[in-house]
């Protein structure tokens, strides 16, 4: 959308939704200088609900999406209490 072009959000000291929507907000605020109407067709997450509420709340339209490594760490930490010793092996394979 941007053309090399690096859209950012700002740094926050708090992970409440609140203080995240603002962070965020910064992103919104930049892109749309670029295009008025701009609205992100997917985001990527990790899971936080104060995430995924503030990106929401920002593009009511987006699609949120679980970031792959998030997506893993979840895996790995269920998968190393069930699976003990055929972790590795499970985790090679994913």
């Known amino acids: 959308m941007a053309e090399e072009c690096v859209l950012g959000v700002s740094v926050t000291d708090s992970a409440a939704e ?3 929507k603002e962070a965020c907000g ?8 670029v295009a008025p109407d701009y609205s992100p067709e997917t985001v990527n997450t990790d899971e ?17 999406i679980l970031c792959f490594l998030h997506m893993f760490i979840g895996i790995r930490d269920r998968a190393k209490k069930k699976f003990g010793e055929i972790y590795q092996e499970v985790a090679t394979r994913l």
Not at 26 to 33: D, I, Q
Not at 48 to 64: D, G, I, R
């Open 18 to 20: 609140e203080s995240l």
């Open 48 to 64: 936080w609900q104060a995430t995924m509420n503030a990106w929401k709340s920002l593009f009511p339209s987006v699609t949120l």
């Open 26 to 33: 910064t992103y919104r605020e930049e892109a749309r200088n």
